[in-house]
Protein backbone atom coordinates (compact mmCIF):
# COMPACT_ATOMS: atom_id res chain seq x y z
CA UNK A 1 0.00 0.00 0.00
CA UNK A 2 2.77 2.34 0.64
CA UNK A 3 4.61 1.62 -2.42
CA UNK A 4 1.30 2.19 -4.60
CA UNK A 5 1.10 5.64 -2.71
CA UNK A 6 4.97 6.69 -3.90
CA UNK A 7 4.34 4.86 -7.20
CA UNK A 8 1.12 5.91 -8.65
CA UNK A 9 1.80 7.44 -11.44
CA UNK A 10 3.99 4.63 -12.67
CA UNK A 11 0.66 2.18 -11.90
CA UNK A 12 -1.40 4.34 -13.90
CA UNK A 13 1.05 4.73 -16.86
CA UNK A 14 1.71 0.46 -17.12
CA UNK A 15 -2.37 -0.01 -17.35
CA UNK A 16 -3.30 2.80 -19.30
CA UNK A 17 -1.02 1.28 -22.28
CA UNK A 18 -2.70 -2.23 -21.45
CA UNK A 19 -6.16 -1.09 -21.39
CA UNK A 20 -6.84 1.77 -23.83
CA UNK A 21 -10.70 1.17 -23.26
CA UNK A 22 -10.01 2.33 -20.02
CA UNK A 23 -8.69 5.75 -20.89
CA UNK A 24 -11.63 8.00 -19.63
CA UNK A 25 -11.28 5.97 -16.28
CA UNK A 26 -7.71 6.61 -15.91
CA UNK A 27 -7.96 10.21 -16.77
CA UNK A 28 -10.42 10.48 -14.29
CA UNK A 29 -8.17 8.79 -11.37
CA UNK A 30 -5.28 11.41 -12.28
CA UNK A 31 -7.94 14.87 -12.29
CA UNK A 32 -9.10 13.60 -9.00
CA UNK A 33 -5.42 12.34 -7.95
CA UNK A 34 -6.15 13.37 -3.86
CA UNK A 35 -9.47 11.33 -3.05
CA UNK A 36 -7.43 7.90 -4.70
CA UNK A 37 -5.77 8.15 -1.15
CA UNK A 38 -7.53 8.95 2.46
CA UNK A 39 -5.99 9.61 5.72
CA UNK A 40 -9.56 9.37 7.55
CA UNK A 41 -12.59 6.97 7.20
CA UNK A 42 -16.15 8.24 7.59
CA UNK A 43 -18.07 6.44 10.24
CA UNK A 44 -21.72 6.07 10.56
CA UNK A 45 -23.95 7.70 13.80
CA UNK A 46 -23.84 4.92 16.42
CA UNK A 47 -28.34 5.65 16.24
CA UNK A 48 -27.94 4.28 12.81
CA UNK A 49 -26.27 1.00 13.72
CA UNK A 50 -27.30 0.39 17.10
CA UNK A 51 -27.63 -3.75 18.06
CA UNK A 52 -29.81 -4.90 20.67
CA UNK A 53 -28.92 -7.39 23.11
CA UNK A 54 -30.43 -10.54 22.74
CA UNK A 55 -30.02 -12.12 25.89
CA UNK A 56 -27.93 -13.57 28.74
CA UNK A 57 -24.98 -14.91 27.06
CA UNK A 58 -24.12 -11.88 25.38
CA UNK A 59 -26.04 -12.57 22.23
CA UNK A 60 -27.13 -9.76 19.67
CA UNK A 61 -31.09 -9.62 18.94
CA UNK A 62 -29.77 -7.21 16.18
CA UNK A 63 -26.67 -7.41 15.09
CA UNK A 64 -24.81 -5.18 12.18
CA UNK A 65 -21.93 -6.37 10.20
CA UNK A 66 -20.99 -3.08 9.64
CA UNK A 67 -20.20 -2.47 13.30
CA UNK A 68 -17.90 -5.72 13.30
CA UNK A 69 -15.65 -4.05 10.49
CA UNK A 70 -15.53 -0.70 12.44
CA UNK A 71 -13.72 -2.67 15.14
CA UNK A 72 -11.77 -4.74 13.11
CA UNK A 73 -10.10 -1.26 11.70
CA UNK A 74 -10.04 0.28 15.20
CA UNK A 75 -8.14 -2.78 16.33
CA UNK A 76 -5.72 -2.50 13.30
CA UNK A 77 -5.60 1.15 13.36
CA UNK A 78 -4.18 0.36 16.96
CA UNK A 79 -1.60 -2.01 16.21
CA UNK A 80 -0.35 0.43 13.34
CA UNK A 81 -0.09 3.46 15.76
CA UNK A 82 1.87 1.25 18.31
CA UNK A 83 4.97 1.06 15.88
CA UNK A 84 7.73 4.08 15.97
CA UNK A 85 7.93 5.26 12.37
CA UNK A 86 11.41 7.77 13.60
CA UNK A 87 12.90 3.47 13.95
CA UNK A 88 11.39 1.21 11.26
CA UNK A 89 12.75 -1.97 10.67
CA UNK A 90 12.51 -2.96 7.40
CA UNK A 91 10.17 -5.90 8.66
CA UNK A 92 8.27 -3.34 10.32
CA UNK A 93 7.73 -1.94 7.32
CA UNK A 94 6.12 -5.35 5.74
CA UNK A 95 4.22 -5.72 8.45
CA UNK A 96 2.56 -2.62 8.30
CA UNK A 97 1.66 -3.00 4.38
CA UNK A 98 0.09 -6.04 5.61
CA UNK A 99 -1.97 -4.35 8.05
CA UNK A 100 -2.71 -1.31 5.54
CA UNK A 101 -4.28 -4.19 3.05
CA UNK A 102 -6.39 -5.71 6.23
CA UNK A 103 -7.90 -2.34 6.17
CA UNK A 104 -8.54 -1.53 2.97
CA UNK A 105 -10.51 -4.94 2.85
CA UNK A 106 -12.62 -3.86 5.87
CA UNK A 107 -13.22 -0.52 4.54
CA UNK A 108 -14.15 -2.14 1.17
CA UNK A 109 -16.80 -4.35 3.18
CA UNK A 110 -17.91 -1.06 4.60
CA UNK A 111 -18.58 0.31 1.56
CA UNK A 112 -20.32 -2.83 0.39
CA UNK A 113 -22.68 -3.01 3.34
CA UNK A 114 -23.27 0.43 3.20
CA UNK A 115 -24.27 -0.37 -0.97
CA UNK A 116 -26.60 -3.01 -0.24
CA UNK A 117 -28.61 -1.15 2.97
CA UNK A 118 -28.79 1.73 0.39
CA UNK A 119 -29.63 -0.03 -3.02
CA UNK A 120 -32.51 -2.31 -1.75
CA UNK A 121 -35.41 -1.88 -0.27
CA UNK A 122 -35.98 -3.94 2.95
CA UNK A 123 -38.28 -4.09 5.93
CA UNK A 124 -41.59 -2.42 6.05
CA UNK A 125 -40.50 1.18 6.49
CA UNK A 126 -38.77 0.46 2.97
CA UNK A 127 -40.83 -2.01 1.35
CA UNK A 128 -44.45 -1.16 2.41
CA UNK A 129 -44.40 2.65 2.75
CA UNK A 130 -41.72 4.67 1.20
CA UNK A 131 -41.79 2.60 -1.67
CA UNK A 132 -45.33 1.23 -2.13
CA UNK A 133 -47.61 2.53 -4.65
CA UNK A 134 -50.18 5.30 -3.49
CA UNK A 135 -53.57 6.03 -4.60
CA UNK A 136 -54.33 8.30 -6.96
CA UNK A 137 -50.66 9.74 -7.54
CA UNK A 138 -48.48 8.63 -10.92
CA UNK A 139 -44.64 8.99 -12.43
CA UNK A 140 -44.40 11.23 -15.15
CA UNK A 141 -41.74 12.52 -17.05
CA UNK A 142 -41.15 16.26 -16.69
CA UNK A 143 -41.62 18.21 -19.81
CA UNK A 144 -41.18 22.29 -20.83
CA UNK A 145 -44.23 24.45 -21.67
CA UNK A 146 -44.24 26.09 -24.97
CA UNK A 147 -45.46 29.36 -23.15
CA UNK A 148 -49.02 28.70 -22.94
CA UNK A 149 -49.13 27.91 -19.36
CA UNK A 150 -49.41 29.88 -16.42
CA UNK A 151 -46.93 29.69 -13.30
CA UNK A 152 -49.42 27.53 -11.36
CA UNK A 153 -51.17 25.54 -14.34
CA UNK A 154 -49.70 22.14 -16.42
CA UNK A 155 -50.96 19.92 -18.89
CA UNK A 156 -51.49 15.91 -17.71
CA UNK A 157 -51.03 13.45 -20.02
CA UNK A 158 -53.70 11.11 -21.09
CA UNK A 159 -52.29 7.79 -19.06
CA UNK A 160 -51.29 9.47 -15.89
CA UNK A 161 -55.02 11.22 -16.20
CA UNK A 162 -56.75 7.80 -16.61
CA UNK A 163 -54.65 6.12 -13.58
CA UNK A 164 -55.54 9.71 -11.75
CA UNK A 165 -59.47 9.74 -12.18
CA UNK A 166 -59.76 6.06 -12.46
CA UNK A 167 -62.60 5.72 -9.91
CA UNK A 168 -64.28 8.86 -11.42
CA UNK A 169 -63.81 7.88 -15.09
CA UNK A 170 -65.60 4.24 -14.51
CA UNK A 171 -68.51 5.66 -12.65
CA UNK A 172 -69.19 8.04 -15.56
CA UNK A 173 -69.23 4.94 -17.73
CA UNK A 174 -71.13 3.08 -16.11
CA UNK A 175 -73.58 5.78 -16.54
CA UNK A 176 -73.40 6.83 -19.77
CA UNK A 177 -73.43 3.58 -21.25
CA UNK A 178 -75.84 2.13 -18.77
CA UNK A 179 -73.38 -0.49 -17.89
CA UNK A 180 -71.78 -2.69 -14.90
CA UNK A 181 -69.19 -1.66 -12.63
CA UNK A 182 -67.10 -4.68 -13.60
CA UNK A 183 -67.50 -4.53 -17.31
CA UNK A 184 -67.10 -0.51 -16.87
CA UNK A 185 -63.42 -1.71 -15.04
CA UNK A 186 -62.65 -4.14 -18.27
CA UNK A 187 -63.01 -0.98 -20.54
CA UNK A 188 -61.07 1.24 -18.80
CA UNK A 189 -58.28 -1.27 -18.30
CA UNK A 190 -58.31 -1.35 -22.41
CA UNK A 191 -58.31 2.18 -22.76
CA UNK A 192 -55.37 2.20 -20.99
CA UNK A 193 -53.41 0.30 -23.97
CA UNK A 194 -55.76 1.82 -27.29
CA UNK A 195 -57.11 5.51 -26.33
CA UNK A 196 -60.54 5.58 -26.13
CA UNK A 197 -62.77 8.88 -27.01
CA UNK A 198 -65.22 8.23 -24.29
CA UNK A 199 -63.20 8.04 -21.41
CA UNK A 200 -60.70 11.28 -23.20
CA UNK A 201 -64.33 13.21 -22.96
CA UNK A 202 -65.18 11.84 -19.66
CA UNK A 203 -61.51 13.16 -18.66
CA UNK A 204 -61.99 16.68 -20.14
CA UNK A 205 -65.67 17.09 -18.69
CA UNK A 206 -63.97 16.20 -15.10
CA UNK A 207 -61.63 18.91 -15.64
CA UNK A 208 -64.40 21.69 -17.28
CA UNK A 209 -66.79 20.60 -14.43
CA UNK A 210 -64.24 21.54 -11.66
CA UNK A 211 -62.23 24.01 -12.95
CA UNK A 212 -59.60 23.57 -11.91
CA UNK A 213 -58.36 20.81 -10.11
CA UNK A 214 -55.22 20.99 -8.10
CA UNK A 215 -52.58 18.25 -8.18
CA UNK A 216 -48.81 18.17 -6.07
CA UNK A 217 -45.86 17.87 -8.01
CA UNK A 218 -42.90 16.11 -5.97
CA UNK A 219 -39.54 15.90 -7.26
CA UNK A 220 -37.00 14.16 -5.04
CA UNK A 221 -34.70 14.79 -3.05
CA UNK A 222 -37.97 16.51 -0.98
CA UNK A 223 -35.86 18.48 1.46
CA UNK A 224 -34.84 21.33 -1.93
CA UNK A 225 -36.57 24.32 -1.97
CA UNK A 226 -39.70 23.80 -4.45
CA UNK A 227 -39.09 20.19 -4.24
CA UNK A 228 -43.17 20.35 -3.99
CA UNK A 229 -45.21 22.45 -6.29
CA UNK A 230 -49.20 22.60 -6.16
CA UNK A 231 -50.50 23.30 -9.55
CA UNK A 232 -54.00 23.40 -11.26
CA UNK A 233 -54.42 21.14 -14.67
CA UNK A 234 -54.91 23.27 -17.13
CA UNK A 235 -55.53 20.34 -20.11
CA UNK A 236 -55.65 16.59 -20.81
CA UNK A 237 -53.04 15.75 -23.92
CA UNK A 238 -54.61 13.44 -25.97
CA UNK A 239 -52.00 11.79 -28.01
CA UNK A 240 -51.92 8.45 -25.70
CA UNK A 241 -48.35 7.98 -26.73
CA UNK A 242 -47.55 11.43 -25.18
CA UNK A 243 -45.83 10.49 -21.52
CA UNK A 244 -44.95 13.81 -20.28
CA UNK A 245 -46.08 16.48 -17.59
CA UNK A 246 -45.99 19.68 -19.48
CA UNK A 247 -44.61 22.11 -16.65
CA UNK A 248 -44.29 26.09 -17.46
CA UNK A 249 -40.84 27.19 -17.80
CA UNK A 250 -40.40 29.22 -14.72
CA UNK A 251 -40.32 25.79 -12.54
CA UNK A 252 -38.69 23.60 -14.97
CA UNK A 253 -35.13 25.01 -14.05
CA UNK A 254 -36.01 24.67 -9.95
CA UNK A 255 -37.30 21.08 -10.47
CA UNK A 256 -33.82 20.45 -12.25
CA UNK A 257 -34.25 16.74 -13.03
CA UNK A 258 -36.16 14.44 -15.41
CA UNK A 259 -39.13 12.62 -13.52
CA UNK A 260 -41.87 13.95 -10.81
CA UNK A 261 -44.53 12.20 -8.59
CA UNK A 262 -47.59 13.44 -9.28
CA UNK A 263 -50.49 13.66 -6.71
CA UNK A 264 -54.38 14.59 -7.01
CA UNK A 265 -55.27 16.62 -4.09
Known amino acids: MRWLYNHLDEVLDYYEKKKPNKKKAFKKIREE ?58 YDGKSIDKLLYSMQLEVSEVFDEIFRALDGKNGVIFGKVLSGKYNWSCRNVIGPSSGRLRSNEIELCYISSMELFRYECINYYTQIKNCSVMLASRKWNAALIDFDPVFYNILCHIIKKEKYINILINRNPSINYMSFCSMKIRRIKKDINDKTLTVPTSIIKAMGKIYAHVKLL
Open 33 to 90: YDKVFTHSLPVINAILRFESPGGENGNKLFKFKINTCYQALIKVSNKINEYDVTAMHI
